[in-house]
């Protein structure tokens, strides 16, 4: 089979949705942290810390659902420090964000061993059965991964446009002073809204620790950060984050049908999905000054 | 009372008491003793000179990646892409270095291999730089995206030619072009990779840190950081400035490949010097542009570093990795409580006389 049979074929158009649900929730969580005003870069260890704990409770209790559960605590937990760090402790956001990185990077290498005794991987998890006896478009199209996550975007893009406390989370990320001054506890809605931001991403950590089955040493590489670059090119917004996270699996499931599929060097196609952000950024940054981001990002209440 | 909760939230002294905190209770969860674990840890780093010289090795690109990244977060931008450009930057060293005629003098093949490496560092950081310039992209996500571009392209450059046949090594860099060892002069440092790098890396810092004060671009730079908008006004061409800030990081994260590639093996091999960029971070996030804040900084994680491969016997080295973390954070939010402290003492008498002065008392 040729590499553009491949590519046009429907197994690669349901893998492409597969792999988009780490990227998307993440994105989702960082729409949420970010439209509140609270810049999160910690994306990355969130998805690190709960595919870990999805995988070590499914592991111990045998049961998907508590893994699952697991990974969106665990998510929802780096949430909430990087939230308290942020707005109560009044750490720039960035530094706090690259500190919980670099924890939970070598946080969960650490509980690797403590548990398994594995500097790389853990023993492989039963993950989530779904769909044996079904077609290949019903079994993407009705995979709970796939339906949470739709579900998932759908709650934000309605609570932050149509809900109360959406519109009170915005207000705390465009102008944190007036919302403070019209009486809206902006610590307080940016801690739950850092993680709120936090369990969703959870939700993706789990969803793609239990696509392989496995947890891995640094199996993220790099996705939370795309993700990030996702929220920006989509200009803040939930559904256009899901939408540039389809894209960017897309071209992740591309590499490695092309890295599989030729006989060029496969560090050219590695490469693929980074070269695209730093392009997709190029062109919206310059499309748009600012991009549409909260106008009080960073800033904290007078 | 009030004097030693103010000495008690100074920065440097909660960070040592959080990451010793953090280091007990994480040993002990493991089932170690951290008492045995602590001996363990000075007895491999500063309990012997070989140990001493070790952490002198690690701490060497961290310092030069900290000093790095510390610029350009005067200007108020965040290099985090020290990593990617020390990466591009010790293949250029290794490449350039092995390439000299055999009988290259060291004054002309050192300065030679290092600008090279140098100049790589730059032009990997060039591309967020005019990014960040011309588009306006947000720093941060491009020069993580450029780290891991970074290890592709090395990768694809090693494998396509650049390393000797069947390997991910280049060949030895010329005599001339190596920094000698430590132990050639101090034979006690016997045995650890630690070079003369240490020292360059040391009086580069010095210079880095005083032209930050002392000339016109090192003080643009940082009044940038503090206030674009009014340097904007006083016609100081803003983003010029910050495009040549990150060029400067990116060839000071480069200059760590003096302490890797010509210090230690002599040759570039892939992933040599991986982690000394992030490092380069964390040193930066403690040294604030000091001079003292960044050697300790680099010394204390170069410690951290040796002193968990001194433990990975008995505790996972990744520890470590938690313990810089943890510091960071206990560091940054005694940092900002310390400000907003100082910030209420300074803003206080100004907003004070305000009244009486409006009043016309003499």
Redesign the interface.
Known sequence: MSALDVIVSGTMLAQTVRMTIPYACASLGGVLSERSGVVN?ALEGILLASALAAVAVQGVTGSAVAGLLAGVVAGALVGLVHAA?VVR????A???G??????????T??VL??LYGS?SNSPSVRGVRFGEGLGLFARTALDPFVLSTLAVAALCAWGLARTRFGLRLRACGEDPSAAQAVGVDVARTRLVAVTLGGAVCGLGGAALAFELHQFQAGMTG?RG?IA??AV?VAGWRPWPAVGACLAFAALDALQIVLQNQTRV?A??F??LP??A??LA???V??RS??GGAPAGIGKHPA | MKLLARVLQAPAVAGLAAGWLAFCLLVWAYGASPREMAALLFEGTWGTSYGAGQVLFKATPLLFTGLAVDLALRAGLFNIGAEGQLAVASLAAGVVGSRLPQATPAIVALPVTIGAAMAAGAAWAAVPALLKGRFGAHEVISTIMMNRIAEGVVGLLVASGLALTGTVRTADVVPGARVPRLDALFPAFRGSAASFAVVLAIAVTALVTLAHRRTRFGREVGLIGLNARAMAAEKVPVRRRLEQALLASGALAGAASLGTVLGYKGYFEEGLGAGAGFGGVAVALLGRGRFGGLVLGALLFGTLQQGGLALNAYVPKELMEVLQGIVICAVALADARLRAAVGEVLTRPLAKPAAPAGGGTP
Request: proline share 2%; no cysteine; net charge positive.
């Open positions: 870069i760090l402790g009044r750490v720039d960035i530094v706090s690259l500190a919980l990185n670099l924890a939970l990077g070598g946080g290498r650490f061993r403590a500097s790099g950060f990030l670059a920006i060097p560090q050219i590695a490469v980074f070269v952000t730093l950024l190029a062109v940054s310059r000054a600012g």
